[in-house]
Structures are given as structure tokens and as C-alpha cells.
């Protein structure tokens, strides 16, 4: 597979009169052409601050300070003008939120707001524009495209609203659709529907997607490859079978667990992660899980572990090895392989 974005290195830095902080620490991964890359942790992990530097829309943020590189297609964008920047966002990557219904233009018609995106980004006359409108609402699984397009946002579900952001998003025909939680305020149903479209655009338009979500179960559903983020560090990566089947890191294996499944015995009983995520000035020497891990020894209290490989997977943890062996799940992939798989069945007790 071609890499479409690689990253390297990527560090985002916050000073104020009290901190220097490191919110995003030595970042390093890439996406494939028509890739679906999820980026998973939980709250405060760090994944949206990654998101939105690659994008640059950090800049204005005259505290923070983005090093590292970000390519797309070969060109680097961290060293872009914001105009180019601009150009570049919209046209080549686009980027979608959480919160469908506040994102959209509460007294403005979907149409006209899917309109605007589409002159934004293309020439044409009217009529074509309207026709593109029309095609995108379609393209998005929106079934009778033209009265929707007359409709307002609150007249619509919320799940509506996220088809015609996505909608908007794809205006300008990106490479790259960067979805930072589009379903965390949707519920099941409806998340599941958005994430088969992501899936669908994928396949139809060669598109990759990174997908940024806090739920192991969104990654298992849509994901080719999972990357792992706590405390500003991407602790392990990997293929999807790869990392639910056998994670290097007990901090991935703990978000496993946390995923509820339908088909569990009733007895068994989520296992959340104990304690929160350190915020960046609090974080603790050594590995920055390490007081919430249990295989944690007095190495990791005092030094950092860097990214190592095993096998398919990266993983910075000084036991990844017996993390790994002490972590195999049950993994079935399903129809399609790659990450269209069932949650794994079982976790052996750490
Ligand atoms: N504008 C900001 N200024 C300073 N710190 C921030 C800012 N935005 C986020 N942070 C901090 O950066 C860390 C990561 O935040 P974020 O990327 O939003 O996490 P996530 O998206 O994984 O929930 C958090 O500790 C948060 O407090
Ligand atoms: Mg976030």
C-alpha cells in the first residue's frame, strides 16, 4: 500500500508562564491509500491536538509550537503557508466532529450549506452546483436528496446532520477525511450506519480516513490499522486483528477490555482501566501509564520506553513481550478480514 500521510516525529509543545508542556510527545505513524487508520485513547489522550496540528490549525495558537513533519503525498505540510494551508484543507484532507447538529448552521437549509462548500471548492454553473448538492446528499446515503436539501438542521436526526457534514466534507473531493469522534453523540444504531458509510466512501472513492475515537468497539467495526494514544504518546500500533488478538501494551489491552460486547456471558463484567489520564503536567516519571499498570516494575517507573516492533506492531512498553503473551484474546476476523472483525471473546487476567 501506498502511504498517503506519514508522520514523523510529530511533537506539539504548550508553554505558558507556569508549563512547558509536551501535549503531544515524538508522534510517528502513516495512512495508506484508502486506508482506515483509527486513533484511539481515552478523554484528554491527546488525539484531537494531533489531529488539528497536522491540519495546522494550531497556528493561531501563539503558545503552542508544532515540530516534526506531516506529509501528504510526499509534501510536507507542518512548513506550508496558511494560504496554502487553506488550499489545502477542504480540497486534499478534510475534517469532520463530534457534535453533528452544533456544527451545522441552525438557520441555514442543508442544501444551501452543502451548496456553499460546493462553490467553496469548484467552478461550474449554478445548475451543476445544485446537481453536485443533489449527487453529494445521495453519495452519503441520504434517501430523497431534494426535499432534505430544503429541510433545516434541527428538522433532521442527528445522524442526518452527520451525513450531510460528511456531505460538506467530501465537497472538495479529499484524499484524506480526518473524523475526530463523528459518532460518539450518536446512538448505536446510528453509529454503526455512519461508520458503514465511512467504509463505503472508502472503497468507492479510494479515500483514507482517520477515524479518532475513545472506543475500541468503533475501531474493531471499521478500522484496517489501530493506533493507540495516551498521555500524548502513541504507545502501540498495528494491523486491527493484530492488536485485538494479541496487544503488546497492557494500556491497549485495558481499553479492550472496556468494550461491552452482546454476546458475553451476563457474568462477566466490564473491566474499565483504573484511574484517568494524567494531564501533561502531572505526568509521571518513567512510562506514563505505569501507575495504572499492572505489569509495571520498578524500570518503569524511572525510564521511558521507546517505540519497539513486534511482529506487526509497534509498542513502547519495557514488557511488551509478556504484556503480549499474557494478553491473547480470542480474535475472529470476519467476512473481509482487516479489521471487519467480532470483538475478541476473552482476555486471560493480567
Ligand atoms: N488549547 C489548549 N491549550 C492547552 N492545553 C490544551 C489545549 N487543548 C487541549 N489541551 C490539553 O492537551 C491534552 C490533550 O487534549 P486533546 O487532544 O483534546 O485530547 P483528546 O482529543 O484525546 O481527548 C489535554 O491534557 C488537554 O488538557
Ligand atoms: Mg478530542
Known sequence: MTELLEVEGLTVKFESAAHHLELVRDASFEIGTGEVVAMVGESGSGKSITARAILGLLRRNHRMTVEGNARLAGRELLALAEAEMREVRGRRVSMIFQDPVGALDPVVSIGAQVLEAVRRRRSGTRPEQRRRVIELLASVGITD?????????????????????IAIALAGSPELLIADEPTTALDVTVQAQVLDLLKRLRDERQMSVLLITHDMGVAAQTADRVLIMYAGSLVEQG????????????????????VPRVDAPRSRRLVAIPGSVPEAADRPAGCAFHPRCPLADDRCATAMPGPRRLGNQIAA??????????????????????????????????
Request: aromatic letters at 6%; proline letters at 9%; charged letters at 20%.
Open 239 to 258: 494491523p486491527t486483528a493484530d492488536i485485538f488478538g494479541h496487544p503488546c501494551h497492557p494500556y491497549t489491552g485495558g481499553l479492550i477490555s472496556a
Open 145 to 165: 436528496p431534494e426535499l432534505r436539501a430544503k429541510q433545516f438542521p434541527h428538522e433532521v436526526s442527528g445522524g442526518m446532520c452527520q451525513r450531510a457534514l
Open 317 to 350: 512498553c519495557h514488557r511488551a513481550e509478556e504484556a503480549r503473551d499474557s494478553q491473547v484474546h480470542r480474535w475472529q476476523a470476519g467476512p473481509g478480514g482487516g479489521g471487519a472483525g467480532r470483538l475478541p471473546e476473552e482476555r486471560a487476567a493480567l
